[in-house]
């Protein structure tokens, strides 16, 4: 057998598993495990089986993901996100879609100490889109919303997408944060500039267009807000929840970013000042709450942190049989025979990952991408946090678009509407994401000029 038709068998064996939804770890680690056996036998194989756990897994660098996951555990518990979407409606409601646009502002905000992209669409889910159902949303644009906004989880630090991509292609984590700041911010501004523009366009139009009235509902929400606005002064409104959030921003990025702290020590604090806030937020629930809290998301930290490792793993022994197949060379040679521009063939091979998306777990594909990618990205010169970023963008247009599209089953699961009303509006943030990616692609300076300043 041909290594060409090895490398297709174990690619289409990969494929099958993760479609049949077996678990992602599994699906990469016996893929990767049954084409070394093609390639150089048993006896290999299983001492190659043997080493991977360990060298993937024994690296100081990655105890930066279970701190980063518990920190963001603990702000759930504490109800951080809760307060920063009271803030961001009571200021941003009286605008066209100040609904929309508060959730896009308060899953920015969480992002920034959950880290997580599920996490962040769940919590939101819960928070806002009954309340924007009320106010006359139609469900697919309030679900749609939510799952498109909670994938700056992935984006704005601390994410675990871009710890793991760091991680993967060897460069700074700090830089690698630093670097998902810009693009998270102007990807929020950008789907909070669509729902501007769509409240301000149900305001407007002349003739209802749904069953569900959706002018006079929008009418009256306009009313009920306005009411609650005028007896909700701002003094009582929990600004703690942004004093939260900015001192745990501070603590990572800031700490990262002067030097004062490594990117694990910012990590590590970041989760020591997790908890003092779960304490002084639930102090009057008593010893048990407190207990309760914290048990919980010790458990929720300790089996997310297991599936992540747990896929490295995974990923670990399929880039085993990549090396030894010789995939990236391959890869490399083959762009390299396609004589056209660098930028060009780069932009190629970043787009293959929409379709891939589609079909594949996001962490999944990270995994399998960047060991693939990153060897043509170096051999064009291009830089590989610039790289990182638009690989993650591309997945986190995977994680909202049919038939995988998890954070939209996320929201479908948290609000009981059905996944195919969730999928129905992704549409319009599905073309600002291409927008925004080529942007990012023709202005790398945008991307790359903060970690430009990250002290060393």
Known sequence: MTVGSVIAIVLLLMLVLLLLRVPVAVSLGLSGALGLVAL????????????????????????IIPMFILMGMFAVRANVAA?????????????????????VAASAGFSAVSGSSISTAATMARLSVKEMRAAGYPASMATALVAVAGTLGSMIPPSTFLVLYAILAQV????????????????????????????WRMRRQEQIVD?????????????????????SPLGQLPWRGLVYIGLLFAIVLGGMYSGIFTATESAAFGAI????????????EGAKGIWDG?????????????????????????????????????????????????????????????????????????????????????????????????????????????????????????????????????????????????????????????????QH
């Open 40 to 63: 150089r036998g048993i006896n290999h194989t299983t001492l190659e089986l043997g080493a991977v756990p360990f060298s993937e897994t024994a690296t100081f660098s990655l105890t």
């Open 83 to 103: 307060y920063v979407f009271k803030i961001a409606d009571r200021v941003l409601g009286r605008l066209p879609g100040g609904l929309g646009i508060a959730t």
């Open 172 to 199: 700074s984590v700090a830089e690698m944060l630093a670097a998902g700041i810009v693009p998270g911010i102007l990807s929020a501004i950008a789907y909070s500039l669509w729902i501007m523009f769509s409240g």
């Open 211 to 231: 069953a569900d009235n959706v002018q006079d509902a929008l009418d009256q929400a306009t009313e009920i807000n306005a009411a609650k606005l005028e007896k």
């Open 273 to 284: 000042a997790a908890v003092l806030i779960l304490l002084f937020e639930l102090r009057k």
């Open 294 to 454: 914290i048990t919980n998301a010790l458990q929720n930290t300790a089996s997310t942190t297991a599936m992540v490792f747990f896929i490295v793993i995974g990923s670990g022994i399929l880039s085993s049989f990549f090396i030894a197949a010789r995939v990236p060379n391959m890869i490399t040679e083959a762009v390299l025979s396609w004589h056209i521009a660098p930028s060009l063939a780069m932009l190629i091979l970043l787009m293959s990952l929409v379709p891939l998306g589609m079909v594949l777990e996001s962490l999944s594909l990270l995994m399998i991408s960047v060991p693939l990618l990153l060897p043509v990205a170096v051999e064009f010169g291009f830089d590989p946090i610039w790289l990182g970023i638009l690989i993650v963008k591309l997945i986190e247009i995977g994680m909202v678009t049919p038939p995988v599209g998890i954070n939209a089953f996320v929201v479908a699961g948290t609000t009981g509407i059905r996944s195919e009303t969730v999928f129905k509006g992704i549409m319009p943030f599905f073309v600002i994401d291409l927008v925004l990616i080529a942007i990012f692609f023709l202005l790398p300076d945008l991307i790359l000029y903060l970690p430009s300043l990250v």
